[in-house]
């Protein structure tokens, strides 16, 4: 079976960190891109981070850019995503996503609240 399992949310003051993990089974993270989604309540679902495959190459979107940083852990299959200095505006559940085969995780929570 192919899926993709984010953990790592939960609850932050702002100005706090969170890392989230991106774990695959059945298939290899690194053979194509993956990026990192995200969907705030009666917002649509938006792009946060991406990661290619062979080169690694970054790309993120402006209102993470600076604070947010997405790596791959190739020997565990995983993807991370380090989130720093924190805003309440990021909140909403966090998405994995892989390109091929095209797999979304079941999401994960996270809330930046004082």
């Known amino acids: 079976q192919l899926q993709v399992v984010e953990s790592g949310g939960g609850l932050v003051q702002p100005g706090g960190s969170l890392r989230l993990s991106c774990s695959a089974s059945?298939?290899?993270?690194?053979?194509?891109?993956t990026g990192w989604f995200r969907q705030a309540p009666g917002k649509e679902r938006e792009g946060v981070s991406c990661v290619s495959s062979v080169d690694h190459l970054t790309a993120y979107a402006e209102s993470v850019w600076g604070r947010f940083t997405i790596s791959r852990v190739d020997a565990q299959n995983t993807i991370n995503l380090q989130m720093n200095s924190l805003k309440p505006e990021d909140t909403a559940v966090y998405y994995c996503?892989?390109?091929?085969?095209?797999?979304w995780g079941q999401g994960t929570q996270v809330t930046v609240s004082p």
């Open positions: 059945g298939f290899t993270l690194d053979d194509y891109a």
């Open positions: 996503h892989s390109v091929f085969p095209n797999v």
